[in-house]
């Protein structure tokens, strides 16, 4: 009877250990899944963060290129433009010093009025000069008139105003006025000078800057 106890004491410890294994084993097991999975997840929210941290340099690296980009565009531009102007500005310098040196000033400033006047046809005009220039044009008021009615079988009645004045930087030419209206027509050599700079601008930028490798026409 003793043996009997005894045995089936013995079954029921080795019973009881390998239940105690089998627990320990699966316990192992779920701590090793959790682990994995915890390890996993961590692993997801680096990659996560990394990447994320990857766009962002890459977006501000390429937001940076664009913007040096820009700025040295902009900057090259800039100095293109003043280059240009530059060159239209010795080239007013140039034209005032013609002019003045010029014998024909009187037959260019005649040439300005006419077209001035068969471009504003009107029957009565005011012609508006700088002062050193009043004298002159007040001199071919009767020639005007000829060359005019000549051109356009009209009559126009022209009085050279003799208060108010071109300012000295229109360079020469005239400002003729309709005193019947509110129409005007300026023809001084400085917005001839201006007409020529922006008919001429991508002719003086191909030949001070070379050809635009996207540009493939002037107009």
């Not at 060159?87 to 300005?112: A, G, Q």
């Amino acid at each position: 009877m003793d043996k009997k106890i005894e045995q089936i004491a013995m079954f029921i410890e080795l019973d009881a250990a390998n239940t105690e294994m089998e627990l320990d084993n699966m316990a192992n097991d779920e701590y090793r899944t959790l682990v994995d999975q915890m390890v996993a997840e961590e692993k997801r929210k680096i990659n996560s963060i990394y990447i994320k941290m990857e766009r962002s340099i890459i977006k501000n690296n390429v937001l940076i290129e664009a913007t040096l980009k820009n700025s040295s565009r902009l900057s090259v531009s800039r100095l293109k433009h003043e280059i240009m102007e530059d060159v239209f500005e010795r080239t007013k310098t140039h034209v005032i010093e013609d002019v003045k040196r010029t014998k024909n000033y009187r037959d260019i400033v005649k040439k300005l009025a006419l077209q001035a006047l068969t471009k504003l046809l009107a029957p009565k005009v005011l012609i508006r000069v700088m002062n050193s220039d009043y004298a002159m044009v007040k001199g071919m008021v009767e020639e005007l008139s000829k060359d005019y009615k000549a051109l356009s079988k009209n009559s126009v009645n022209i009085r050279v105003d003799g208060k108010y004045f071109l300012p000295a930087s229109e360079i020469g030419g005239v400002v003729i006025y309709a005193t019947t209206g509110e129409m005007k027509v300026v023809n001084t050599l400085k917005y001839r000078l201006s007409l020529i700079h922006e008919r001429m601008i991508p002719f003086v930028r191909y030949y001070v800057f070379g050809p635009n490798p996207i540009r493939y026409f002037f107009d």
